[in-house]
Structures are given as structure tokens and as C-alpha cells.
């Protein structure tokens, strides 16, 4: 896939922002105000499958021999590590089921964490994840990573379980997200269909979509 790495936003930063044009596309749609909701969801879904495709791209694999109805031949598999997805509710759910099909053996956590609006800063209020998180490769579900208060949260609550392989696929970012998490966590890779403008004064992303929670389940 086309991409853009190592944004400006900051020169340690290990983002990618996917340009291809089915996720362009699909992005515009997202965006746009008179979307419906059954439509957003099923715009989320489908950009989820391809955001993961490029964040799994490096997952270690090995070759193996298999039988074709006809011969003997090489073959790759998944050998790493197993991969545990964890959403950040509530909208991070919204992405799951795109995840869960791709690579449906993975566990599943979730980090219930909402953000006071007047500080911005996270509260956890849910944590539940697999016993062997430590042992896994984290993918961690976002769809915006807006000042990244809960994300850089949510990292560290899986840091704390273990984990030490860890990416965040998001849909939209914006700088400031950006910088925060990699401040904290250099390590972990971004994948996003877009990098935006920044934030207004309600920590919301410009151009951004709107509410992603609000937007998902049809609430206000
Ligand atoms: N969360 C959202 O749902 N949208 C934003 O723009 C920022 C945070």
C-alpha cells in the first residue's frame, strides 16, 4: 500500500499514513456530515480491515511445507508472537469485529476510559485483558487519536500488564496525538488513514468527523 512515514509531526515517530486511494475514499465518506450512522459503521469496518493489513505487515512469519491435491510445496504462516486486540471504549469497539476477522485467534482485551471534558485528561473506569498479554503482539483500537491523553493511558495500562510489542491502528490523528504518545512511547507504531490539521479548544480533531463514539452508535 502507498503510505507516508515518519511524518513531520516528529522526527522519532514511527507513523504511517496510508494513501491508498480505497482508504482515501472511504475516509472522505466517513467524514462527511450526512453520513448515517448504519453507513459509518459499516465505513469503520471496512477501514479497519485495511489499516490492519498494513499494521500487520510485519509480523513474523516462516515458511513450512504443505501438500497441495497435487504436490508438495512452501508455504508461510504466522510464527510470532500471538496478537491480542485491545479497544479503547467505547469507540474502539467499533473496530473490532474488522480485526477479529483477520485474525480471528487473537484474544481480545478491553480499557474502558473516558475523558473528563473539562481537563481532557483520562479516567479508567474498565480493564480487562488476557492473562498472557505479555506474550502477545498488542494491536490497540482508537479511532481517533485526538490529544492522545487516553491512548498514551491506555498504553500504559498494557505496559503494566507486560506487553512490550505493541502498535495502535487509528483512523484519523491529529499532530498533537501524535507527539504525545511518541513522547512517552517511542516505540509503538501508528497506523492511521489520515494525519490532520490539529484540535480546537474541546480537544476535538479539525477536519476530523465528529464525535466517533456519537457517530458509531447513533447517540448524542
Ligand atoms: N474523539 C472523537 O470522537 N472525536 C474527536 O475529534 C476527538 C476525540
Redesign the pocket.
Known amino acids: 500500500m502507498e503510505t507516508r512515514t515518519d511524518l513531520e509531526t516528529s522526527a522519532t515517530a514511527q507513523v504511517t499514513e496510508v494513501m491508498h486511494p480505497l482508504v482515501q475514499h472511504k475516509l472522505g465518506l466517513l467524514r462527511d456530515v450526512t453520513t448515517t450512522t448504519q453507513m459509518f459503521r459499516q465505513l469503520v469496518n471496512e477501514l479497519t480491515l485495511l489499516l490492519t493489513y498494513e499494521a500487520t505487515k510485519d509480523l513474523a512469519d516462516e515458511e513450512i511445507e504443505i501438500e497441495t491435491p497435487l504436490e508438495r510445496t512452501a508455504a508461510r504462516r504466522i510464527s510470532g508472537k500471538k496478537v491480542a486486540v485491545c479497544p479503547i471504549l467505547r469507540?474502539g469497539v467499533g473496530m473490532l469485529d474488522a480485526v477479529l476477522s483477520l485474525v480471528p485467534g487473537a484474544r481480545v482485551g478491553f480499557i474502558g476510559l473516558f475523558?473528563d471534558e473539562e481537563t481532557l485528561e483520562p479516567v479508567e473506569y474498565f480493564v480487562k485483558l488476557p492473562g498472557d498479554i505479555a506474550d502477545r503482539d498488542v494491536i490497540l483500537l482508537d479511532?481517533?487519536l485526538?490529544t492522545g491523553n487516553s491512548t498514551a493511558a491506555a498504553i500504559e495500562t498494557v505496559k503494566r500488564a507486560g506487553a512490550t510489542s505493541i502498535r495502535l491502528i487509528a483512523l484519523?490523528a491529529a499532530p498533537e496525538g501524535i507527539e504525545r504518545v511518541h513522547r512517552e512511547h517511542p516505540e509503538v507504531l501508528i497506523v492511521v488513514a489520515s494525519v490532520d490539521r490539529g484540535?480546537n479548544e474541546k480537544?476535538?480533531?479539525l477536519p476530523?468527523?465528529?464525535?466517533?463514539?456519537?457517530r458509531l452508535y447513533g447517540t448524542k
Open positions: 469507540a475523558r479511532p481517533m485526538a484519523i484540535l480537544g476535538y480533531i476530523g468527523l465528529g464525535d466517533a463514539g456519537d
